[in-house]
């Protein structure tokens, strides 16, 4: 059974940081692009950041580039979301997914991806 496990979450001032981490389980991890995705309050659920199986490619919304950095530990089975210089706007629920590495690009679409958390909630207070 495949499981995706984010934490990290918390209650952060607007200017500080957080760091999200997904635990994986149940898949062949190196072989997965891995991305997190928000769902803010009313929201539709936005495309964040993704990073390939190899890591050597990475992608970002407009709205978090230069604050936030998306990384990965294939030896620890987990995809990291480094948040920092927080805004109120980025509190959401924020999601990692799976997406098989071989097909994955940057823009790749939410239903391509085969797995999801459950999500882990962030509040940035102003």
């Known amino acids: 059974q495949v499981r995706l496990v984010e934490s990290g979450g918390g209650l952060v001032q607007a200017g500080g940081s957080l760091r999200l981490s997904c635990a994986a389980s149940?898949?062949?991890?190196?072989?997965?692009?891995m991305a997190w995705f928000r769902q803010g309050s009313g929201t539709e659920r936005d495309f964040v950041a993704g990073?390939?199986?190899?890591?050597?490619?990475?992608d970002y919304a407009d709205s978090v580039k230069g604050r936030f950095t998306v990384s990965r530990d294939n030896a620890k089975r987990t995809v990291y979301l480094q948040m920092n210089s927080l805004k109120p706007e980025d509190a959401a629920v924020y999601y990692c997914?799976?997406?098989?590495?071989?097909?994955?690009?940057?823009?790749?679409?939410?239903?391509?991806?085969?797995?999801w958390g459950q999500g882990t909630q962030v509040t940035v207070s102003s």
């Open positions: 997914a799976a997406h098989d590495g071989r097909t994955w690009n940057t823009g790749a679409r939410q239903e391509e991806y085969d797995y």
């Open positions: 149940g898949l062949t991890f190196r072989t997965y692009a």
């Open positions: 990073i390939s199986w190899t890591g050597s490619t990475t």
